[in-house]
Every structure is written in structure tokens, then in C-alpha cells.
């Protein structure tokens, strides 16, 4: 998976994160998220190397939602919504990382 880009988004009122379409041959039915070391959002595909993560018993696998305009979604779990992420609120700006993508916080 390569996925280099910066995407910015809203989380919308259900708490799902919309794909950008140029991550859509990249991005499989489930993915892996967690918060990395600085305490933003991660999202990867599986496999994932366990000890890579601070906390492995916070990884959550999500299933990817297909949304409307043929979209997909990742909904981002409830222990995650607290995360540096949204520190402004629930606009975020999605980044690819080569193989991973991280959410930032976006004033």
C-alpha cells in the first residue's frame, strides 16, 4: 500500500472519517487503527507489526463502509475520539505517510 497526499476532512455526526477516492484501490475491506506516540490517529492495513505500537491492546479493526457517491468510511471508534487528532474539533487533515495514513488536527 502507498498512499502519499494530504485530504482535508470533516468527521461527520456518526464519527466516520470519508476516504478520499484516489485511496480507493489502496484501502481493503478492514483496516487498523490506533493512536501513535504523539497521540494522533494511525490507520494501516493489516498485517501490523505488534510491538511497532505503544499500546496493542488499543488497536481496533474496522471494517470499511461503502458511503454515498460510491465513497468509503472508517468509523472512528468511541476510546479514539479523544485523541490529538480532534484537538480543534472534528476537522482533520489525512495524510499519507507511504504506507500508513495519520489524522491531524486542522484549526
Do not use: Q
Amino acid at each position: 500500500m502507498l498512499m502519499f497526499g494530504r485530504w482535508t476532512r470533516s468527521i461527520d455526526n456518526k464519527w466516520r472519517l470519508s476516504l478520499p477516492a484516489a485511496l480507493g484501490r489502496e484501502i481493503d475491506n478492514f483496516v487498523l487503527i490506533y493512536e501513535n506516540e504523539e497521540g494522533c490517529i494511525r490507520i494501516e492495513k493489516p498485517p501490523l507489526k505488534v510491538d511497532e505500537v505503544a499500546d496493542p491492546t488499543s488497536i481496533f479493526i474496522i471494517e470499511v463502509e461503502k458511503g454515498g457517491h460510491n465513497g468509503r468510511r472508517i468509523l472512528i471508534p468511541r476510546s479514539l475520539r479523544g485523541s490529538t487528532s480532534f484537538y480543534y474539533g472534528r476537522k482533520v487533515t489525512l495524510a499519507g505517510k507511504r504506507d500508513y495514513l495519520e489524522l491531524w488536527p486542522r484549526p
